[in-house]
C-alpha cells in the first residue's frame, strides 16, 4: 500500500506556471508507475502524463510541451511542472501510483484544486 499527498495547486493568472507535488509513503523506486489525473468540472478524470519506473513518461495531447512530469525518489515525491497555464487546465488533479504484486493495485491522493483564470 501507499498515501499519497498532492500540494501545489492554487489560483494562478493564464500563462502562468505552478509544480505540484505528490509525496508517498513509502519508496517510489518500488512503485510500478505513478502519474497525474485531473478532473474538470462536469468532466471525467483523464490522464495528464505518467512516468513509469524504467523513465518511461507518456503525456496527454493537450499537454503539447507545456508540462513536466518528474520524481525525485530520494524525497518519494513526484512533481508536475506546468506553464503557460491555460482556462482550461483548471480542475482537480491527482496523483495515482500503480503497484504491482500478486495483482495490480491502483492508489490515489486526495486532489489539489488548480484554478487558472485572470
Known amino acids: 500500500q501507499v498515501q499519497l499527498v498532492e500540494s501545489g495547486g492554487g489560483l494562478v493568472q493564464p500563462g502562468g506556471s505552478l509544480r505540484l507535488s505528490c509525496a508517498a509513503s513509502?519508496?517510489?523506486?518500488?512503485?510500478?508507475?505513478m502519474g497525474w489525473y485531473r478532473r474538470a468540472p462536469g468532466k471525467q478524470r483523464e490522464l495528464v502524463a505518467d512516468l513509469g519506473n524504467n523513465n518511461q513518461t507518456q503525456y496527454a495531447g493537450f499537454v503539447k510541451g507545456r508540462f513536466t512530469i518528474s520524481r525525485d525518489n530520494a524525497k518519494n515525491t513526484l512533481y508536475l511542472q506546468m506553464n503557460s497555464l491555460k482556462p482550461e487546465d483548471t480542475a482537480v488533479y491527482y496523483c495515482k501510483a500503480v503497484i504491482v504484486g500478486l495483482g495490480t493495485y491502483e492508489f490515489w491522493g486526495q486532489g489539489t484544486q488548480v484554478t487558472v483564470s485572470s
Open positions: 513509502r519508496d517510489i523506486s518500488t512503485i510500478y508507475a
